[in-house]
Structures are given as structure tokens and as C-alpha cells.
């Protein structure tokens, strides 16, 4: 990735390497492609990533009013994108710990949806507890259960995105 390269094209060049963006869908405003674009680059600049979009808590967790702009004008010179790479080996690796991380979810809008919230929620109320993070993100997806979300949290637990010491109550009562 080089220096010179504008916001657009590094987003454009790295969603063809992540291979989970369509543009003909996302013009068609398919929410869940917008939603998974979304949630992609969220985690990927949690993977120590940064390309220069900043998140807020919305309707369906994370979002980037930027990175939406950015994906419009991306849809018009998608097929012209070329593929890169970090010129950073660290971070070409972190890339590839990335990969590995949503591999198996990559077109999952509802895993994506779970794991960045909970990842974003945790991140900005870090006195927040299990218990509270779940109550918040079941606000915005009726669906999950708390089997599912210890899941999701373990599994960030395991790529260190949280903090795998169990939470206690005042009682010193596990929260979840």
C-alpha cells in the first residue's frame, strides 16, 4: 500500500483481497452488504489497521458515515481496483491474522453485527461488564441468545480483542 494512494483506493484494494464486497449489490442499497462492509472494516482496523475511518453506535452497531460515502464512490471504479498489500510486514501479518479472524464469516451479516458490537462496546465502556455489554447489543439484535454472545465473546477473547477475565458483581457474583 503505498503513501500516495487515496482513501478510496486503499478501501477498494483491500475489500478485493477480503472478497466480501459486490458492488451491483451495494448500489442496489442491499442493506446487509452495507451492513457487512460495515462490520468488515470496523474489525479490520481493530486488527491494528487504521485506514482512516472512525465509527459511532448506530441502529445496528458500529458505523462509519464515511466509509458509506467512500463505498458509493468505490462502486463507480470497482472493476478498475487493483488488489494491495501493507508495505509494513507487520502489518501485511496483522492483515492476515484478519483474514484468518472472519474467514468462516465473511458474508455473515448477523456473526459481523454481534462480534463488532460487542467488540465496540466493550472497547468504549471498558467498566461495562459481560452482562451489560449483552443487555446492550440484544437491544439491536432480538435473535441473540446468551450461549451465542459467550461465544462471540470468547472468540474475541482468543484473538485478544477483550479481556478474558470473567466480570463480578458487587456480590462477587459472576455477570454472565
Given at each position: 500500500?503505498?503513501?500516495?494512494?487515496?482513501?478510496?483506493?486503499?478501501?477498494?484494494?483491500?475489500?478485493?483481497?477480503?472478497?466480501?464486497?459486490?458492488?451491483?449489490?451495494?448500489?442496489?442499497?442491499?442493506?446487509?452488504?452495507?451492513?457487512?462492509?460495515?462490520?468488515?472494516?470496523?474489525?479490520?482496523?481493530?486488527?491494528?489497521?487504521?485506514?482512516g475511518?472512525?465509527?459511532?453506535?448506530?441502529?445496528?452497531?458500529?458505523?462509519?458515515?464515511?466509509?458509506?460515502?467512500?463505498?458509493?464512490?468505490?462502486?463507480?471504479?470497482?472493476?478498475e481496483t487493483?488488489?494491495?498489500?501493507?508495505?509494513?510486514?507487520?502489518?501485511?501479518?496483522?492483515?492476515?491474522?484478519?483474514?484468518?479472524?472472519?474467514?468462516?464469516?465473511?458474508?455473515?451479516?448477523?456473526?459481523?453485527?454481534?462480534?463488532?458490537?460487542?467488540?465496540?462496546?466493550?472497547?468504549?465502556?471498558?467498566?461495562?461488564?459481560?452482562?451489560?455489554?449483552?443487555?446492550?447489543?440484544?437491544?439491536?439484535?432480538?435473535?441473540?441468545?446468551?450461549?451465542?454472545?459467550?461465544?462471540?465473546?470468547?472468540?474475541?477473547?482468543?484473538?485478544?480483542?477483550?479481556?478474558?477475565?470473567?466480570?463480578?458483581?458487587?456480590?462477587?457474583?459472576?455477570?454472565?
Open positions: 500500500m503505498s503513501e500516495d494512494m487515496d482513501r478510496v483506493e486503499v478501501l477498494g484494494g483491500l475489500l478485493l483481497r477480503i472478497g466480501n464486497f459486490g458492488p451491483r449489490n451495494f448500489q442496489k442499497k442491499n442493506f446487509n452488504d452495507r451492513l457487512i462492509l460495515q462490520k468488515t472494516i470496523y474489525l479490520m482496523q481493530e486488527f491494528n489497521l487504521y485506514i475511518y472512525d465509527f459511532n453506535w448506530y441502529l445496528k452497531g458500529p458505523y462509519s458515515p464515511s466509509l458509506t460515502k467512500d463505498a458509493f464512490e468505490l462502486v463507480n471504479n470497482y472493476n487493483a488488489s494491495i498489500n501493507f508495505i509494513d510486514p507487520e502489518a501485511e501479518e496483522r492483515f492476515l491474522e484478519f483474514l484468518n479472524f472472519i474467514n468462516n464469516h465473511i458474508k455473515d451479516e448477523d456473526w459481523l453485527e454481534a462480534i463488532a458490537s460487542i467488540h465496540y462496546l466493550r472497547k468504549n465502556y471498558p467498566d461495562w461488564d459481560k452482562k451489560r455489554v449483552y443487555k446492550e447489543v440484544k437491544k439491536k439484535m432480538l435473535n441473540l441468545n446468551g450461549t451465542d454472545f459467550k461465544e462471540y465473546w470468547d472468540y474475541l477473547v482468543s484473538y485478544g480483542l477483550v479481556e478474558g477475565r470473567d466480570y463480578f458483581d458487587s456480590r462477587g457474583v459472576s455477570s454472565m
